[in-house]
């Protein structure tokens, strides 16, 4: 599967890697919406850069699963539905307790320390910028994996958290943590994680997972997620 940090570091591959990281975080926050026609030359102005990046761009996308071929006609963002977000929601549980046991078997002090820092500076972002908070939440989550010697592994969990996230994105305000301590969900994945109980830390993640998981299909149900 071609992913855009496969791509060489040619001028056009360059800006086929710029196009390609601001049209995800513009898919995944939910700035272009789900089901939106993606026209080549709307996106040149608003990317500031040529169609042959951006079409570029937009084939990686499909890869991904955030972007649909419409036959000879061009581009849309992924549609969103109950039953992707339930396929999504069961491939990320599994794979990321494939990808965790195996980042625990082979803990060592390095990943430790790495996996500490990213939990920290999250937990010190939590209260500022939206944006820099799921920059590094994104960084804890998939430090926790790091350690796992499987580099497509890790790459689908990066994809599948991506397609999460957004459904995330899209509940918005609809999405709150009043009856949870998301801080404390993390800290006890981490707690579980330095100290290689396996079955601890994946159970942690997988109900912390569930959790979101089982309020946004309610709104998806509900038709409350656009």
Not at 65 to 79: H, K, P, S, Y
Not at 151 to 167: A, E, G, H, M, V
Request: some cysteine.
């Amino acid at each position: 599967m071609l992913m855009a940090n496969d791509l060489p570091d040619a001028r056009d591959g360059s800006a086929t890697q710029r196009a390609y990281r601001v049209l995800r975080k513009m898919i995944v926050t939910g700035e272009l919406k789900p089901g939106e026609k993606l026209k080549i030359d709307g996106l040149r102005g608003r990317l500031d850069t040529g169609a042959s990046p951006i079409r570029e761009a937009l084939s990686l996308l499909t890869s991904d699963n955030l972007v649909e071929r419409i036959d000879q006609r061009g581009f849309r963002t992924a549609e969103i539905s109950a039953q992707n977000f339930d396929e999504i929601l069961k491939l990320r549980c599994t794979l990321e307790d494939l990808a965790l046991r195996e980042s625990i078997a082979k803990a060592d002090d390095a990943w430790e320390e790495q996996l500490v820092l990213a939990h920290h500076r999250m937990a010190r972002a939590k209260d500022g910028n939206e944006a820099t908070f799921e920059d590094l939440h994104k960084l804890f989550h998939m430090a926790l994996l790091a350690n796992a010697s499987s580099p497509i592994l890790l790459k689908f969990c990066s994809q599948l958290y991506d397609l999460n996230i957004r459904y995330r994105f899209l509940a918005g305000r609809a999405l709150n943590y009043q009856r949870r301590d998301v801080s404390d969900e993390h800290g006890g994945i981490l707690a579980a994680a330095v100290a290689r109980d396996a079955d601890a830390a994946s159970s942690r993640l997988l109900d912390h997972y569930k959790m979101t998981g089982a309020f946004l299909a309610g709104l998806l149900e509900r038709n409350e997620l656009s």
